[in-house]
């Protein structure tokens, strides 16, 4: 089941993007670290009603964000569509031991099934230039590599800016 999250989720989700943080090291992907994902980012997502879960046998397998707040960070990139309607993907995490067994992509249906259903333009997102995993995941769904951005707190590579006209 996917829900929106409460603050009283936010303990299991900050163990399940721990847990990924130390995943991805552990592979060399160093996107995620002590800076990010972060408490209060989850807190604030949670107070804008954009922080879901995927909830299975009372078990947390996974979380998303669907905002409409562009970072500003997206502003330099020349995006697909106008900056006027459109949903931004953030912190999508599956807990390792349930990686591989398709709640990414489910946690993905819902976000663009939100997105197709509320009339939005555009799904914008970034992930880790030294993740190829994620990068195929997200060309395997249909969205377009437009520009690099920097997170200097969590890596010195750049995040690749994706985006899929809905």
Not at 94 to 106: D, F, L, S, V
Not at 119 to 129: C, E, G, M, V
Not at 152 to 159: D, H, L, T, V
């Amino acid at each position: 089941m996917i829900r929106k999250a409460t603050l009283t989720d936010i303990d299991a989700i900050m163990n399940i993007t721990k847990a990924c943080a130390v995943y991805m090291i552990n592979q060399n992907i160093f996107q995620w670290n002590e800076h990010y994902p972060n408490r209060t980012a989850f807190e604030n997502d949670i107070n804008r009603d954009e922080l879901y879960v995927l909830d299975s046998d009372n078990s947390f397998r996974g979380c998303i964000v669907i905002s409409t707040f562009m970072d500003e960070e997206y502003v330099p990139i020349t995006w697909l569509t106008p900056n006027e309607n459109n949903i931004y993907i953030h912190r999508l995490a599956i807990a390792p031991k349930y990686q591989g067994q398709g709640y990414a992509q489910q946690l993905m249906d819902f976000a663009e099934n939100y997105a197709i259903e509320n009339n939005y333009t555009s799904i914008r997102l970034d992930t880790f230039s030294q993740n190829k995993r994620n990068q195929k995941f997200y060309e395997l769904r249909g969205y377009q590599r437009l520009g690099n951005i920097y997170f200097p707190k969590q890596s010195e590579f750049p995040f690749y800016c994706y985006e899929r006209i809905i």
